[in-house]
């Protein structure tokens, strides 16, 4: 299985606070992919990184990756209130959730 | 920007009965997905559609589903004779080709009584 697993299930913290999650995944991929959702709501895409990138920036978002240790990290910078979400990673065109980090930034 | 439309937005069923879901994705886009979600539960895929035809199927995706492309436009889940288990959020997404990210709807939300 592809999936992707997230850690931690739940992280709280203030505004302005970075927030850092981490996905692990099982096999070799092509790309991997951060979502978010909001609560009832659609995942919403947030960044696509390649196998063969290391690295990517979109705003204040940060994904790094590490294939030889198959996992990624999502970096949220100077979060808002508006972040709170679920926050998912998945890998390839089928895409396996995990459970999700569900990020709180208190006001 | 284009989005992925899905109608209705909450469907109440009895038990046994088929239901349809209608998803109208992306114009240009090319593969198309179902996914659902039970309550407090992680996002599962259900199945891919490319080319007229499923590319991938997961196990809930039994006999009692299936999907259909009528037209150039929607990209449609009926479930034949539904149960119980079924209430969750049922979710589409198309993507316009391989290695692009997947745009989702904002689902539909199924109850089984």
């Known amino acids: 299985s592809q999936q992707g697993e997230e850690d931690p299930q739940a992280l709280s913290i203030q505004e302005g606070e970075n927030a850092t999650m981490n996905c692990s995944y099982k096999?070799?991929?092509?790309?991997l992919q951060w979502y978010r959702q909001n609560s009832g709501r659609g995942l919403v895409h947030l960044i696509l990184?390649?196998?063969?990138?290391r690295e990517k920036h979109s705003g204040r978002l940060r994904v790094t990756l590490d294939t030889s240790k198959k996992s990624s990290s999502l970096l949220i910078t100077a979060s808002r209130a508006a972040d709170t979400a679920s926050y998912f990673c998945?890998?390839?065109?089928?895409?396996?959730f995990g459970e999700g980090t569900q990020l709180t930034v208190n006001p | 920007e284009p989005e992925v439309t899905q109608t209705p937005s909450h469907q109440v069923t009895q038990m046994g009965q088929e239901v349809i879901l209608r998803c109208v994705p992306i114009?240009?886009?090319?593969?198309f997905y179902w996914y659902r979600q039970i309550l407090g539960q992680k996002v599962e895929f259900l199945v891919s559609?490319?080319?007229?035809?499923?590319?991938?199927k997961s196990e809930i995706f039994d006999d009692q589903f299936s999907v259909e492309r009528p037209d150039g436009s929607n990209f449609t889940l009926k479930i034949r004779s539904t149960k119980l288990e079924d209430s969750a959020m049922y979710f589409c997404?198309?993507?316009?080709?391989?290695?692009?990210?997947?745009?989702f709807g904002d689902g539909t939300r199924l109850s089984i009584l």
């Open positions: 998945a890998t390839d065109l089928k895409l396996t």
């Open positions: 096999t070799s991929i092509n790309n």
């Open positions: 990184i390649r196998s063969n990138e």
């Open positions: 114009s240009n886009h090319l593969y």
């Open positions: 559609f490319y080319n007229n035809e499923i590319s991938e």
């Open positions: 997404a198309s993507i316009q080709g391989e290695g692009q990210p997947q745009h």
